[in-house]
């Protein structure tokens, strides 16, 4: 019904950047919520940040400020772009349909080096 295909993730250094993007195709619509997580190994899945069919954003705390969630619904993709990258963002990186929750891709391995 959904598929996800997560790109972008690479190795960068401390303090760079990276533009992830997830194309989404199947029966997701505007209205959909979508979200970012990611986990590292040794550690559950966590929330990133969320984006409302109206544009509403939400942050984990972790990443306010250096990340930014949006969405273009005309190419069924959503993007996250990140700045001033941490080591501690190491981690596989998601996108997620809240009506298909169950749903995932095979995520981008994201990187970031001391």
Do not use: H
């Not at 990340?67 to 990186?93: C, H, W």
């Amino acid at each position: 019904q959904v598929q996800l295909v997560e790109s972008g993730g690479g190795l960068v250094q401390a303090g760079g950047s990276l533009r992830l993007s997830c194309a989404a195709s199947g029966s997701v619509f505007s209205f959909d919520t979508m979200g970012w997580y990611r986990q590292a190994p040794g550690k559950l899945r966590e929330l990133v940040a969320t984006i409302t069919s109206v544009g509403t954003t939400n942050y984990a705390d972790s990443v306010k400020g250096r990340f930014g969630i949006s969405r273009d619904n005309a190419k069924n993709t959503v993007y996250l772009q990140m700045n001033g990258l941490k080591p501690e963002d190491t981690a596989v990186y998601y996108c997620n349909v809240l009506r298909y929750s169950y749903v995932w891709g095979r995520g981008t391995q994201v990187t970031v080096s001391s």
